[in-house]
């Protein structure tokens, strides 16, 4: 099972992501104020997710949503929330999709479980992926 904002890091983490993006928000950016929204919306959808508790998560699905990192050919890598994974693709929230190139390894999680994936299509804070097959 994937975390959410529950614990003391993931918090502290939360809110210099969202402090950051408000000083930005506060130079004129309205699509770092929507970004923000945007992961305000998540982190409600996850809250109430854990509230429900009405099924279990299996493997065809994940919760609502998690961090996750890309990381990419060279070593570089951001962070991301990973949103409506199935066991072949997933969206993921971020703040600048025009950065990630077409392929990049998506990890998972604290072991972390990675993924090769591939971009399937982008919109203005966010992107479609397709998980790859390893033979």
């Not at 509230?51 to 493997?59: F, I, L």
């Not at 025009?98 to 990049?104: E, Q, Y």
């Amino acid at each position: 099972m994937h975390k959410t904002f529950d614990s003391v890091s993931d918090e502290l983490f939360k809110a210099v992501v969202i402090r950051t993006f408000q000083a930005s928000a506060a130079r004129g950016g309205p699509a770092v104020r929507q970004f923000i929204d945007t992961l305000r919306a998540y982190e409600r959808e996850a809250s109430a997710a854990d509230a429900a508790e009405t099924s279990p998560w299996t493997d065809e699905s994940g919760p609502p949503c998690s961090i996750c990192r890309i990381r990419l050919w060279n070593g570089c890598a951001f962070d991301c929330i990973l949103s409506d994974r199935t066991r072949k693709s997933a969206r993921l929230l971020l703040g600048q999709p025009s950065r990630i190139p077409c392929v990049f390894t998506l990890e998972i999680g604290e072991g972390p479980e990675q993924c090769p994936a591939r971009v399937a299509w982008r919109r203005q804070n966010e992107i479609g992926i397709e998980f790859l097959e390893v033979d």
